[in-house]
């Protein structure tokens, strides 16, 4: 199957009960047997079945499932978030003594977990410069046990060189997990380009509505069934009302995809010719400096992009309230297009100082664009630009 019919088919067969067909929503805690020889065979992994609401269920199975196919990996589990996701990985794959090498600009929340969380575990983390893969290769020899990549990176919309870092994580023997949350599944395949582990905050792009939070982790069954042991005990499932909303809406993910890659594609062009935009990031773009390596290892080049704009945030705070057709809000990824700017949005749990570390301007601002017509989302804009030139 495509990637299309994968978003509307895969992983559903097994879950659909009575002629139904969608996968319904199994509420239940717990799950009951008649035969108590039975239900220890399931307890100890002897036989396929369901026990507790925080060990698996079968609507979030269906999810996890859809996945799964579309990332090309052997297993995945879910999470309640996407950074739980992220923390529970690393905390179950890591240990007092072992090395993380990353690059300075991943999410908020991820960061956060690099320079406050894991060094108090005695877990060294060594951040380098996204754009620079001699240092991230250079880190890597001196003793990596895990190396994570984020890319396209939020909101800077930088790339790592998946295929190049991967090599050069499994000449010393560590693991390879990438963030895929902007990129999504339709524009980007990890673990094809040589990871072992691909995280995603399926809040974002996987959902698409802005009404169901979660994460999932796909990758190889022996690390997911380490992670899976993890969660289970610390207790982070995804929540089955939460799955069935994710899998509904994936069900359109290919065509929300498609346009939102248009639109993006569509609104940089135009910001990119705007006398108070300064600069956009957007790899999607003939002239920028990441377009190449994103052209390599994409299909599309995503629907988030980042602009900042003359005058920093002063000029920000005026012309943000003009914009119609845009939620001033901290999400990525849904059918409505949302704008903020980052100390708002993507790095809202870092320091002024940490941003600046990270090579983001104060002024920098996230635009998430949604699946409406490209042309409103200029004429948007184009508004609310001439009413801050007018002022």
Known sequence: MNSATKSVWSGEEK???????????????????????????VIEGKKDGYI??????PTVEAFEEKVRMLEHAEAAISFSTGMAAINDTLFSLLKPGDRVVSIKDTYGGTNKLFLDFLPKFGIEVSLCETNNHQEIEA???????????ETPTNPTMKINDITRLAR???????????????????????????????????????????????????GSTDIINKVYEYRMITGAPLDPNAA???????????LRITRQNENAYAVAK???????????????????????????????????LSFSIKGGMKTVNEFLPHLKFA??????????TTVGPIHTTSHAECTLEERK??????????????????????????QAFKIIEEK
């Open 357 to 382: 570390a990270m090579g983001m301007p104060e002024g920098l601002v996230r635009y998430s664009t949604g699946i409406e017509d490209a042309s409103d989302l200029i004429e948007d804009l184009q």
């Open 270 to 304: 135009f910001l990119k010719t705007h006398p108070l935009v300064e600069e956009v990031y957007y790899p999607g773009l003939e002239d920028d400096r990441e377009h190449e390596l994103a052209k390599k290892q994409m299909s599309g080049f995503g629907g988030l």
């Open 15 to 41: 879950y659909v009960i009575a002629g139904a067909t969608q996968v319904p929503i199994i509420q239940s805690v717990v799950f009951g047997y008649d035969d108590v020889e039975e239900w220890s065979d």
């Open 52 to 57: 507790y609401g925080r060990y698996k269920n």
């Open 168 to 218: 050069a994580a499994h000449d010393v023997g560590a693991i390879v997990m990438v963030d895929n949350t902007v990129a999504t599944p339709i524009n980007q395949n990890p673990i094809k380009l040589g990871a072992d582990l691909v995280v995603h905050s399926a809040t974002k792009y996987l959902g698409g509505h802005a009404d169901a939070m979660g994460g999932i982790l796909c």
């Open 139 to 149: 880190e890597t020899k001196k003793g990596c046990h895990l190396l994570y990549l």
């Open 244 to 254: 069935y909303s994710l899998i509904r809406g994936m069900k359109t993910l290919h």
């Open 327 to 336: 939620h001033l809000a901290a999400n990525l990824g849904a059918v409505e």
